[in-house]
């Protein structure tokens, strides 16, 4: 008994199956059974229930042996439906059946004693007891020795080499890489199956993710070949893993979509728990959070039977990342402790590394800086043991962002100019030794930011290059996998309707059979025939298949085959035999009157004709025998005539009722087969064409795209200082203020977290005007003018993060969006602000130097936190607009803001402060921020800004 069989040796089974009778199919069922048990499970059952009764007609042992297996089928069953207590069961219960059968079927008990530990290895597996599963795989390697099954023993050494691989991949590699040659010539497929997983596998710790792809791909079809759902489900998510981690996200969504469609109608939670988180991980590096926790969610949920599994292990590590992204630190350290303590459980050092490196992440975000130092020095020395370079890539990215946060001592040996640079420098080292990757834009944005900041502008503007191209080359390749997936989805749905309809055309075929007394072993057979003759997409194959069954069917001293020719008036003999010798290639006349060939297109029907010994062939072909037998059959799909079909034989009346069924039959089976033939040429034509116009029309779209990118950019930058203007502004505004106002309503649908009350939800808008500009303008020139304003640039990109949007506005007015900040935190950036221009002389350029101030006036939305849609974020940069005027009026050089108090009223609260401040001021309805000590002017005219219309309401 196998342990696994392909399906081409599962199709004869189950034809065999249909003609036996009584004891005959006791074999059969025992085969079909057991090989069908993740096929079909259910069917697999079924075939059980005929099977029991039979078993009173074996001897004893053999019985046992028997029952044995159908006790393993329902344990696999049960196993991959998350029953594992009951899985365990039924495998000791095989076991005290296999007593019975050991004494006098010696190879055959041990055969099945290595399929029943090979359960009990799955089993522990996903009950997170590597221990058990290490141990039942030594018993199951050595039952398998012990029965001289190369293939199991194949195939169990390569599952242990897979598994020692997750605990250290060096050691495994070191010890079974000898064992196996990568070389699979002559092996079994089944086993070659699983060595191409140990080498993926291999290769996936290696990080050489393309090595990997390629042998797990071999894995993926033999395990669908050979009815190993659980395993192929698997190797997809795997392949899909792979792909995501060279950022290949359309190819990776295609394989977990893949696992996900064998999965599913399976109900097994292990098998669509993987796909479903392995998907919303792809998701969520997309940017797709919502989708990828909605995903993550119904993964774990389906997976909490099975919460000691590896499986479970790699939610965990999702679930912490995704809550990583979303901000909730004491979450994700919730989630990376949990997978601390699994990793241990299971001794598999990815998890170990990997759960360190996220609490190192959120610990650093906790603000317990020497705690998060720690923890990623030791999940960066795990990943380096190791030689795990994903894994050290994500440790020395969190070493970079813990050294961003706080100020902490310097690594040692460092050579760059600050530990931050140090670390992504290191980990863009590392990215470079992994085949196939793509170095993120992220990562080379952050050594950019890092260069700018330690004062190298001219490397930083390198890296920024460097970091486009590589977005474009993500992007690119995207593309181009979309357009190679839709050309392979078109070519499949027409080759499916071409099939399904030719399927139609052969039914009505058969339909027309006169003829329905032959046995149903013929009609098996014939059907055998025609499934092999459709099957081919080459002319020549076809004729060789018709010939041979021709001959192995009729008695056919003569065959050939007539196909018409483009024009309609000539038939050419395309294929012809002899006995047994090739026949002359002859051309005939359509309008011959004489050529029965001719005369069976012409009519459109089957001609039969029968000589007596006296009488001559008609029309006889030179070099041909004379025959006594001659059928001719029209090969014709639908109304189009392709040609004609001729048998002939040197018997008289050799083709009665029986043999012109099975010749039209073929006939119609040839006919199917020859058409499709002539439209697979016609499409590989023209898809060959279709090609080269779209790798024309892809460049010209990229062009097209690179340009219309240059033109936007253009219009959303200022020409002058490089910031971008008031365009920009508009176009990105409204998604910020969205964000800033989903923040603040989350208390109105559950209750608050600490993450949610302490997150940075607020937008500050900073008006920011030069003082005597025109002055400058007056006096020195426009030219000196405008190198302030650009000197100007610099310094606001001081002050501000690069999240912020820093805006031209106007003239001399800039315009700051602060983005998700916290508001009592805006009159230190104001006041940082106002000195970084107060502090500074500008250089002129004659190479004066200029000392100038600024004015900066500010407000927050939402202006009333606890109604955040009172004002429009239009009417808070109103706001913004009155402070910079109280400030210019009050003696410049200074910056004021307005804050809504607990006493504001909402009714009417924006015309009142901008039409009577000082009255809001004085009631207390208005709290007045600023760095002025002398008196206040709050009247006087005020410019607008042009972006609100609610001022007389």
């Known amino acids: 008994m196998y342990l696994f069989a392909h399906d081409e040796e599962l199709a004869q089974w189950q034809a065999a199956l249909a003609d036996a009778q009584g004891a005959q199919r006791l074999p059969l069922l025992q085969l079909l059974a057991w090989h069908m048990r993740q096929r079909d499970p259910q069917q697999a059952r079924r075939l059980c229930a005929e099977l029991t009764p039979l078993l009173a007609l074996l001897p004893a042992p053999q019985a046992a042996l028997a029952r044995c297996r159908v006790l393993l089928i329902d344990a696999e069953a049960e196993a991959l439906h ?61 039952a398998a020795r012990s029965a001289g099954d190369a293939v199991r023993i194949d195939v169990i050494d390569a599952a242990s080499g897979i598994c020692d691989t997750f605990s250290d991949w060096q050691a495994a590699q070191q010890r079974w890489g000898q064992r196996f040659s990568t070389d699979l010539t002559g092996m079994a497929p089944i086993a070659a199956g699983w060595i191409s997983d140990f080498f993926g ?51 990776a969504l295609d394989w977990m979509q893949r696992g996900l469609d064998l999965a599913r109608p399976t109900g097994w939670p292990l098998s669509i728990g993987m796909c479903l988180m392995q998907t919303a991980e792809t998701l969520r590096q997309l940017g797709q959070r919502e989708a990828a926790r909605t995903l993550l969610r119904e993964a774990l949920h389906t997976l909490q039977p099975l919460s000691g599994s590896r499986a479970y292990a790699v939610a965990l590590e999702y679930q912490g990342d995704l809550a990583l ?61 190791h030689v795990d370079a994903s894994a ?26 600050s530990p931050v640079l140090h670390y992504l420098l290191l980990a863009l080292e590392v990215a470079g030794t992994i085949d196939g990757y793509t170095v993120s834009g992220a990562l080379l944005d952050a050594i950019a930011r890092e260069y700018a900041a330690t004062g190298n502008y001219e490397q930083a503007y390198a890296i920024s290059l460097q970091a486009g191209a590589a977005r474009d080359q993500i992007h690119s390749q995207q593309a181009t996998n979309r357009a190679i997936a839709m050309q392979v989805q078109y070519q499949t749905e027409r080759a499916q309707t071409e099939g399904e309809h030719h399927r139609q055309l052969a039914a009505a075929e058969a339909q027309r059979a006169e003829v329905l007394q032959q046995t149903s072993a013929t009609l098996a057979h014939l059907s055998a025939i025609g499934q092999e003759i459709t099957a081919h997409l080459d002319a020549a194959a076809v ?31 395309a294929f012809g035999t002899e006995d047994g010798n090739q026949v002359p290639a002859v051309r005939v006349a359509l309008s011959d009157p004489l050529a029965n060939s001719a005369r069976c297109v012409r009519e459109r029907r089957e001609i039969l004709v029968e000589l007596g010994e006296a009488d001559l062939t008609p029309n006889l072909i030179p070099g041909t025998l004379p025959t006594l037998s001659l059928l001719f059959a029209p090969l014709h799909v639908g109304e189009r005539v392709l040609g004609v079909m001729t048998v002939q034989s040197l018997q008289a009346s050799a083709y009665g009722e029986r043999e012109r069924l099975i010749f039209r039959t073929l006939c119609a089976y040839g006919a199917i087969a020859l058409d499709n033939a002539r439209a697979y040429r016609q499409v590989a034509a023209t898809l060959k064409a279709l090609s080269a116009t779209q790798e024309q029309l892809l460049e010209k779209n990229l062009e097209l795209e690179r340009a219309y990118k240059a033109l936007e950019e253009v219009s959303l930058t200022d020409q002058l200082t490089g910031l971008r203007n008031r365009r920009f502004f ?111 002389e500008f250089i002129l350029p004659d190479g004066a130097m200029l000392a100038k101030t600024c004015s900066i006036g500010f407000a927050c939305f939402p202006f009333l936190p606890e109604q955040p849609r009172l004002l429009s974020w239009s009417q808070v940069v109103e706001l913004a607009d009155q402070g910079l005027y109280i400030a ?10 307005l804050y809504s108090t607990a006493a504001t009223q909402s009714a009417g609260v924006f015309p009142r402060l901008m039409q009577q401040l000082e009255q809001a001021v004085t009631a207390g309805e208005v709290r007045l921020v600023t760095n002025l000590a002398g008196p206040l002017n709050l009247g006087g005219e005020r410019r607008r800004t042009g972006l609100s219309s609610d001022l007389e309401i």
């Open 82 to 142: 998350g029953r594992l207590n009951a899985a365990h069961l039924l495998c000791l219960q095989a076991c005290n059946q296999l007593e019975l059968a050991s004494a006098e079927l010696p190879r055959e008990a041990a055969l099945a004693q290595a399929d029943i530990e090979w359960l009990q290895v799955w089993i522990a597996n996903d009950r997170g007891d590597s221990h058990a599963a290490d141990q039942a795989l030594a018993r199951a390697a050595q």
């Open 730 to 840: 508009l176009q990105n505004v409204d998604a910020d203020v969205a964000l800033s106002l989903r923040a603040h309503d989350a208390g109105q649908h559950r209750e608050l977290t600490i993450c949610d009350l302490t997150a940075a939800k607020d937008l500050v808008f900073f008006m920011v005007d030069l003082d005597h500009f025109k002055e400058v303008n007056d006096r020195y020139g426009h030219a000196a003018g405008d190198s302030i304003l650009v000197q100007m640039r610099e310094r606001l990109r001081e002050v501000f993060r690069e999240s912020d949007y820093v805006i031209r506005w106007g003239g001399e007015e800039f315009l700051v969006l602060a983005r998700a900040t916290h508001r009592e935190e805006a009159h230190v950036v104001a006041e940082r602000m106002r000195r970084a221009v107060a502090e500074r």
């Open 392 to 417: 050290q890539i994500a440790a020395l990215n969190v070493l970079a962002d813990i050294h961003a946060q706080h100020v902490l001592p310097a690594p040692a040996n460092m050579q760059a100019a």
């Open 325 to 385: 992204d979303l901000g909730h630190h004491e979450a994700a350290l919730d989630s990376f402790t949990q997978l601390a303590a699994r990793g241990d459980a299971l001794r598999q050092s990815d998890f170990r590394s990997s759960a360190r490196r996220g609490q190192a992440h959120a610990l650093s975000h906790l603000g317990r800086a020497e705690e998060a130092l720690a923890v990623a020095q030791a999940a960066l020395q795990l990943a380096r043991e």
């Open 201 to 251: 596998t291999c290769a996936f710790q290696r990080s050489e993710y393309g090595r990997a792809i390629g042998h797990l791909m071999l894995s993926f079809e033999t395990a669908l070949a050979t009815g190993q759902m659980r395993r192929a489900i698997i190797i997809a998510t795997n392949i899909g893993n792979g792909f995501t981690s060279l950022n290949a996200h359309e190819a």
């Open 888 to 897: 210019k009026r009050s003696g410049r050089n200074a910056w004021a803001a």
């Open 543 to 573: 004729f060789r298949a018709l010939d041979r069954h021709v001959h192995g069917l009729l008695d056919a001293t003569h065959f050939s085959i007539f196909l018409l020719e483009p024009d309609g008036e000539w038939l050419t003999c």
